[in-house]
């Protein structure tokens, strides 16, 4: 997906922030996360793409994140779910976006196997560029504790075959979590994981 339209998408439309690339072959996976957590500071710092209001962009210093964790980048089997109905999907204002179940992704942390819905943004996927592109909003053990109470989300592409990689270590907070202004889909209850995803960004608390 052309990056500067993902970007320009999530900063206009969704109210969060692109997310990394994948790794290349001159980079090793860590060096990528490192590299995408270093330009996401900038990004926050930069009054043009900041969420932050002007008084918390001023002693912002760097977001929180768990440490990579290369067992929470995981393989799931994707199940594409036909005949779904849209739905609108509630936010933390009065927006109902219109998304639809796209599929399902199916994994295994640990002991326990969970399900995550996978969703498709339905006037999102008509405009050029944004065909391929799915949301994964998703709670887990943490949130409200060590991360954001309204959840986290991963971005993905439709796959070209029955798995879809999930990689936590990306999962990002709505722009919510830094700035009231902002409307953003909360995940459903069907996405609740019930196992601590210590992976990806931290609570913005220990900013404030």
């Known amino acids: 997906m052309n990056r500067f339209i993902q970007c320009l998408f999530a900063l206009l439309i969704l109210g969060y922030s692109c997310t990394a690339q994948e790794p290349t072959a001159e980079k090793s996976y860590p060096e ?26 001023r002693k912002f210093k760097a977001l929180e994140y768990f440490a990579l964790s290369e067992d ?26 219109e998304y639809v179940k796209y599929g399902e992704a199916h994994f295994t942390l640990g002991e326990y196997t969970f399900v995550l819905n996978v ?6 996927s008509k405009k050029p560029g944004m065909e391929n592109y799915l949301f994964i909003p998703f709670t887990d053990l943490t949130s409200g504790e060590s991360t954001y109470g309204g959840g986290r989300y991963l971005d993905a592409t439709i796959p070209d075959g029955e798995t879809i990689t999930l990689d936590f270590n990306l999962a990002y907070n709505p722009y919510c ?32």
């Open 32 to 57: 990528t996360i490192a590299e995408h957590r270093a330009e996401k500071n900038v990004e926050f710092k930069d009054k043009e793409q900041s969420p932050l209001t002007k008084q918390d962009r």
């Open 72 to 97: 929470l980048k995981v393989e799931a089997k994707f199940i594409r779910t036909e005949g779904e109905d849209p739905f609108k999907m509630k936010t933390s204002t009065d927006r109902l976006p």
């Open 119 to 124: 969703y498709q943004n339905i006037a999102v």
């Open 177 to 208: 979590a830094y700035n009231d202004g902002y409307s953003c889909p909360i995940p459903p209850p069907e996405n609740f994981i019930k196992f601590a995803i210590e992976a990806g960004e931290k609570s913005y608390g220990e900013h404030h």
